[in-house]
């Protein structure tokens, strides 16, 4: 790989894809809607010469094929939010896979666990477990695959990466933000979801490096890929290693499917959150054994760190 594009650079995966790649020497685009937000990220990068930052929109092909000139790889990090998922994914996997199309270039597109539905079977799944998505937003996911790997593309070489849910300095969108932010801010928190039950989680920076080491391998386009997390915590668990590193430790309080219907009275993405509650019930579990197979072994940073650094990030951040 001698020169990637990053579509959605400066949202919580984009961020550290870019950073990676940029830590890697190879000749990195990150492309976003705010330039003001791109040249944050450059100067939080230490303005690396081989970073150039373009602003556009992930929904125009034409801008795309622009951005992407020379490049061997597209990572396709642009997200939608919650409550305009119906409606827009589709529209934004058609643009991205056009300009693949026109690029003949392998595109990776890092995508959820939503289409899989309910763990049936293992404990840990494999990469053809079935996908039988009973949620809305699992159904959208799934015709989103389905795009993707379409047999009408014949010049793109796209692949998808599955994470499961996720926490680091960048995220933003995930479940996990929000407690962060809060603890690291020493203030009262929420915590979506049940706090007890061990879920699966991963650290972006190791994500990230994951992905680019998928997408820097021949062969490997075509097919789903795992992305896993080094093993199952608690929300309660997590929330003590948090507060340890922050040295302060205010309230935090779960919230169910009665308290999030309430606030999705106000707030159209708590709305949205209620139908994935059941993967705070019956966590979904990757497997990395194929990740490990063909690619390597999986290196990871021990949650107790990964919670610790990401706390500490956040609360660099408040202070400038």
Same mark, same amino acid.
């Given at each position: ?130 996908? /039988?998505?009973?949620? &809305?937003?699992?159904?959208? @996911?799934? $015709?989103?695959?389905? #795009?993707?790997?379409? =047999? ?87 929330? /003590?290693?948090?507060? &340890?590193?922050?040295?302060? @430790?205010? $309230?935090?309080?779960? #919230?169910?499917?009665? =308290? ?61």
């Amino acid at each position: 790989m001698k020169k990637a594009v990053v579509l959605g650079a400066t949202g919580g995966v984009g961020t550290t894809l870019t950073e990676e790649l940029v830590k890697r020497g190879i000749e990195t685009v990150a492309f976003g809607r705010s330039f003001a937000k791109l040249e944050k990220l450059k100067l939080e990068l230490g303005n690396p010469p081989h970073l150039k930052l373009v602003k556009g929109d992930a929904f125009d092909s034409a801008g795309i094929i622009k951005a992407a000139e020379g490049a061997d790889v597209l990572f396709h990090s642009a997200n939608i939010p919650y409550h305009e998922m119906e409606s827009r994914l589709l529209p934004l996997g058609e643009a991205v896979m056009k300009a693949a199309e026109h690029l003949a270039v392998k595109v990776v597109v890092v995508d959820g666990i939503y289409p899989y539905g309910r763990r049936t079977g293992a404990a840990k799944a494999e990469e053809d477990h079935p996908k /039988q998505p009973h949620t &809305r937003k699992g159904k959208v @996911r799934f $015709a989103y695959e389905q #795009l993707i790997f379409a =047999s009408r593309w014949k010049r793109a070489k796209p692949l998808i990466v599955r994470l499961p849910d996720y926490y680091g300095p960048s995220a933003q969108a995930s479940y996990l933000s929000v407690t962060m932010e809060a603890i690291a801010a020493g203030k009262p928190a929420v915590f979506i979801g049940n706090m007890t039950v061990p879920r699966e989680y991963v650290y972006l920076p190791d994500a990230s490096r994951m992905i680019v080491e998928i997408a820097g391998r021949d062969g490997t386009e075509g097919q789903n890929w795992h992305i896993p997390g080094p093993g199952l915590l608690s929300g309660k668990e997590l929330v /003590q290693l948090a507060q &340890r590193a922050s040295g302060k @430790r205010k $309230a935090v309080y779960p #919230l169910g499917r009665v =308290s999030l219907s309430l606030a999705g009275l106000f707030n159209p993405v708590m709305k949205e959150v209620v139908e994935m509650l059941y993967l705070t019930e019956e966590p979904f579990v990757l497997s990395g054994r194929k990740y490990e197979k063909e690619i390597g072994p999986i290196i990871w940073t021990p949650h107790e760190k990964a919670v610790s650094d990401t706390i500490h990030a956040l609360m660099n951040r408040n202070k400038a």
